[in-house]
């Protein structure tokens, strides 16, 4: 039900706010050299990973820029006079949280359906072929292979929503327990990653148990 209603208030951002359009607008604090040279490092191993599970991609990226933007305003000392207006504290976070998350239209990019159609098909284009007579599974895979694509389309479903949000309500958490700018996107990440890592443990040992029971 959280994971809904975020992605609902996602697509309606406060999008007359003064805040939302000066996040919007504004520039982001360039991420350390050494992250980009492992990213580099890592591009041959990783890209078709990210393809699949862009979500995790993208909410890794947004927690970090979120918990940033919130103590980068706190540090300004706009972020007191804010919370005197209507929005509250709660508001002024989540105004910032859709702001970081619509910048540079990445939450129209993510969502677009050419990228949809790529990663599904990638997937897929590894499971038709096994659907022929040369499969190992012999005619079972006709009925497994076709249950088997519609699975991994739900599960990318499912993951691409809940990566987006536990990554926003990472971003939102972590500058709740600590307010150094240099810190808190670590801490951010720790959140999101001990999520993220508990949610695919968890649908590993559902699909490991569950596999013997159809071969």
């Known amino acids: ?7 609902r208030a996602l697509r309606h951002p406060p999008l007359e706010h003064p805040l939302y359009q000066r ?8 991420l350390p050299c050494i992250a980009w040279g492992l990213a580099l ?14 979500g995790t ?5 947004w927690t970090m820029n979120i918990s940033h933007a919130i103590v980068r305003e706190k540090s300004s000392g706009n972020y007191d006079l ?7 504290e709660f508001g002024q976070n989540w105004i910032m949280s859709t702001a970081c998350v619509h910048r540079n239209q990445a939450y129209t990019r993510i969502n677009s359906f050419g990228l949809w159609v790529l990663r599904i098909g990638v997937p897929l284009s590894f499971i038709i072929p096994s659907v022929g007579g040369n499969s190992p599974y012999g005619y079972r895979s006709v009925i ?7 699975t991994v389309v739900v599960v990318m479903l499912v993951d691409h929503y809940q990566s987006i949000a536990a990554g926003l309500l990472a971003g939102l958490l972590a500058p709740t327990i600590s307010d150094d700018r240099s810190n808190v996107r670590l ?4 959140l999101f990653g001990g999520v993220q890592i508990g949610m695919y443990a968890v649908t590993g040992i559902v699909t490991f148990a569950l596999l013997p029971t159809f071969y």
Do not use: E, K, Q, S
């Open 1 to 7: 039900m959280i994971t809904i209603r975020l992605w």
């Open 23 to 30: 996040l919007v607008m504004g520039r982001l604090d360039a």
């Open 41 to 54: 490092l890592a591009a041959p191993f990783i890209l078709l990973p990210a393809l699949l599970l862009i």
């Open 57 to 61: 991609t993208y909410g890794f990226i």
């Open 82 to 88: 804010v919370n005197l207006t209507p929005c509250g």
């Open 144 to 150: 497994f292979m076709p249950l088997i694509g519609a």
């Open 187 to 190: 801490t951010a990440v720790g």
